[in-house]
């Protein structure tokens, strides 16, 4: 059983930053750790899109090609968090995100919501004009 809490969420104008933290807790997600860790968004009417992701062993990171250069996905072991750096938001950022991870071995699709079994219940985050 891991539990996961987001939180960083807000009302962001847009053009400005947030820093989305994630912390898990119930196992120890250290270096040697198979666990990967994902960050996921939906929006209003709209379909669970990924965003980010991180094996946690490696530190190998994958990410959504049309927010690359602004989202960053990182990892601090000792503190069993993930963030995700926001730079540059938009309207269209307005969305619940949520924080997943993974126990599974091996090589695995991390930007797929099916690989991962756990769940954070979200953060809003909000991005005025």
């Known amino acids: 059983q891991v539990q996961l809490v987001e939180s960083g969420g807000g009302l962001v104008q847009a053009g400005g930053s947030v820093r989305l933290s994630c912390a898990a807790s119930?196992?120890?997600?250290?270096?040697?750790?198979?666990?990967?860790m994902g960050w996921f968004r939906q929006a209003p009417g709209k379909e669970r899109e990924f965003v980010a992701a991180?094996?946690?062993?490696?530190?190998?990171?994958v990410s959504t090609d049309s927010l690359t250069g602004r989202f960053t996905i990182s990892g601090d072991n000792a503190k069993n968090t993930v963030y995700l750096q926001m730079n540059s938001l938009t309207v269209e950022d307005t969305a619940v995100y949520y924080c997943?991870?993974?126990?599974?071995?091996?090589?695995?699709?991390?930007?797929?919501?099916?690989?991962?079994?756990?769940w954070g219940q979200g953060t809003q985050v909000t991005v005025s004009s």
């Open positions: 997943a991870a993974t126990e599974e071995n091996g090589w695995i699709n991390m930007r797929s919501h099916r690989v991962y079994d756990y």
């Open positions: 119930g196992r120890t997600f250290n270096t040697a750790s198979s666990f990967a």
């Open positions: 991180i094996r946690w062993s490696s530190s190998n990171t």
